[in-house]
């Protein structure tokens, strides 16, 4: 039984591979069933004895994507000063979204990508290791007097919600009513604003 | 030549009304200017005239889309104080994300829109404008003490930035990390939060 489980943990291993591949190459929308089951030579049939559909294959490239994110912010997760952890945690947050545009455009926008409720064991998820790291940090923050005392989940949320913000507005030009040569460290300078 | 001019600004007008009879039924993706054209009962060839091609179209209803906004934000852009006069126009904001998404998807994040360099006439214009609301307030809270001291170009940017980030992040299924109860309260708790 165990060699089963651990057989069909590598084929959906060798599965998510071949997903990620097309991903990285065009974007979530030449991801398919069809394509995946070509590049690892399957049949496309037997593909769904492992994922449901697309919509599963994609919420594996999510968890992917929030890996990598995770990877990027685990350097400056032991940055000593809380604040300034933040202000890192939040930069590479930043050069995440503009480096990987496909990855970030799939965990926080794409309308495909459904995140099923949160369940006991969400917490060992990227995407929840990913936000604990935010969140640490901000509770040290307001413990330690580093940021005026308020909801540190309102805290956490509203610079998250902020850079995303900026992110989004950045890299679709509406960031117009900013004039030009604000634009470099606009992102810098909200994000202190919010950390005062 | 008054009467030429006026009746082409008629024109334009018969053009954009049709326009936004096609948006507002169906999104973006509908406009087409085989579509206006004979909604109005007029040449396709002819709309050229008046209209460089659909991106110039989407321009316009994205104008309209910022003077709805802009006629809703109104009547609370009189609140006396300055710091409710934010957190109105900041719920005034949501409302319409909440309420209008296809106007809210085009002039904050459709990838067809592209906002022209701003001009001498800039502000004049309805995103200008509604933008101007929420400068005044903040410039005025912090002349007023009402608001931390700061940057008033990172406290306007970032509460906007805030507010798109959270209405994004909420209606796109992005908040799992959020426990369900503070849904509710989330970007008001956000926006309290950032003009602490």
């Given at each position: 039984?165990?060699?089963?489980?651990?057989?069909?943990?590598?084929?959906?291993?060798?599965i998510i591979d071949a997903a990620?591949?097309?991903?990285?190459?065009?974007?979530?929308?030449?991801?398919?069933?069809?394509?995946?089951?070509?590049?690892?030579?399957?049949?496309?049939?037997?593909?769904?004895?492992?994922?449901?559909?697309?919509?599963?294959?994609?919420?594996?490239?999510?968890?992917?994507?929030?890996?990598?994110?995770?990877?990027?912010?685990?350097?400056?997760?032991?940055?000593?000063?809380?604040?300034?952890?933040?202000?890192?945690?939040?930069?590479?947050?930043?050069?995440?979204?503009?480096?990987?545009?496909?990855?970030?455009?799939?965990?926080?926008?794409?309308?495909?990508?459904?995140?099923?409720?949160?369940?006991?064991?969400?917490?060992?998820?990227?995407?929840?290791?990913?936000?604990?790291?935010?969140?640490?940090?901000?509770?040290?923050?307001?413990?330690?007097?580093?940021?005026?005392?308020?909801?540190?989940?309102?805290?956490?949320?509203?610079?998250?919600?902020?850079?995303?913000?900026?992110?989004?507005?950045?890299?679709?030009?509406?960031?117009?009513?900013?004039?030009?040569?604000?634009?470099?460290?606009?992102?810098?300078?909200?994000?202190?604003?919010?950390?005062?």
């Open positions: 039984m165990e060699y089963q489980r651990r057989d069909a943990e590598q084929m959906r291993e060798r990620v591949h097309l991903f990285e190459k065009g974007g979530s929308s030449i991801v398919s069933m069809r394509k995946i089951a070509e590049r690892i030579d399957y049949s496309p049939a037997a593909l769904y004895l492992y994922f449901k559909g697309k919509k599963d294959i994609l919420l594996a490239l999510s968890d992917r994507g929030f890996s990598l994110l995770y990877q990027r912010m685990l350097p400056v997760a032991s940055t000593p000063d809380p604040k300034e952890r933040l202000l890192e945690l939040c930069r590479v947050y930043l050069a995440f979204a503009a480096e990987e545009p496909e990855y970030y455009r799939l965990i926080f926008s794409d309308p495909e990508v459904h995140y099923p409720n949160p369940t006991e064991d969400s917490a060992s998820k990227p995407a929840y290791l990913t936000y604990s790291l935010l969140q640490d940090a901000t509770q040290e923050c307001m413990e330690r007097g580093l940021l005026t005392a308020g909801d540190p989940l309102a805290a956490t949320v509203g610079m998250w919600s902020a850079m995303h913000g900026v992110a989004s507005l950045l890299s679709g030009g509406r960031m117009h009513v900013v004039p030009q040569e604000r634009l470099d460290s606009l992102a810098d300078d909200v994000l202190r604003f919010i950390l005062r």
